[in-house]
């Protein structure tokens, strides 16, 4: 079992509509939560971080944690062809361990 | 302000050469992740340096070192280069050690290797 896992996509949405972008991880002592956007050949950037169970909005984007269920969900909600990229998912695992666990990521189509 | 940057952007070397890859944090950040992604999957951990010393150390062989330096730039080896060696290597910084672990990006060097 893969680490952090994505549904690798592609996911189409029409514009205005809500995107949800699911991932789940396998370290059930795993603290920290984050998504990443990634446009085609640039780098990552962060969109959202969460560590509470429940739900963490900020503007457009809501990011959910279940940890009882170990996943961690982002929502965008009136959905822009703009949002269309690679939506990565990348969790902190429990332990003195410094590195992210990365998803392979969710493609996010938007189509006007 | 100016972000993380990374130098050479692209690159191409042959099999066995080796290749340097320098980084420079955005100014205040103290720490510098390097992770390597391939073309269709996330980035992987290779290491994360903070005031010069090196805090952690991912999966990959010996063929590659980093190092930091006294302005919190930091530089990353890789020698006897492989063909699965080609990706984008991608550096990091924040500004703490460790904690929230926010990371902002640089672009990134493209590394082919023929």
């Known amino acids: 079992q893969k680490e952090v896992e994505q549904n690798s996509g592609p996911l189409s949405v029409p514009e205005g509509a809500i995107a949800s972008l699911n991932c789940t991880y396998s370290?059930?002592?795993?603290?920290?939560f984050f998504w990443y956007r990634q446009y085609s050949g640039k780098s990552p950037e962060l969109i959202m971080f969460?560590?509470s169970n429940g739900d963490k909005e900020d503007g457009r984007f809501t990011a959910q944690l279940n940890k009882a269920s170990q996943y961690v969900s982002l929502l965008i909600r009136d959905s822009q062809p703009s949002d269309s990229a690679t939506y990565l998912c990348?969790?902190?695992?429990?332990?003195?361990?410094?590195?992210?666990?990365w998803g392979l990521g969710t493609s996010l189509a938007v189509n006007p | 302000d100016a972000g993380v940057t990374q130098s050479p952007t692209h690159l191409i070397k042959t099999r066995g050469q080796h290749v340097t890859l320098r980084c420079s944090p955005i100014?205040?950040?103290?720490?510098v992740s390097w992770y390597q992604q391939v073309l269709g999957q996330g980035p992987q951990f290779i290491f994360q340096?903070?005031?010069?010393?090196?805090?952690g150390r991912g999966n990959f062989p010996d063929r590659f070192s980093a190092r930091q330096f006294p302005n919190y730039s930091s530089e990353l080896n890789v020698n006897a280069l492989l063909l699965g060696d080609s990706a984008l290597y991608l550096c990091?910084?924040?500004?703490?050690?460790?904690?929230?672990?926010?990371?902002?990006f640089g672009a990134g060097s493209r590394l082919t290797v023929l």
């Open positions: 990348a969790v902190i695992p429990a332990g003195n361990n410094r590195k992210l666990i």
């Open positions: 990091a910084s924040s500004v703490e050690d460790w904690g929230a672990n926010v990371l902002t």
């Open positions: 340096y903070y005031e010069k010393e090196e805090r």
């Open positions: 969460i560590y």
């Open positions: 370290d059930r002592g795993s603290q920290s």
């Open positions: 100014s205040g950040h103290k720490s």
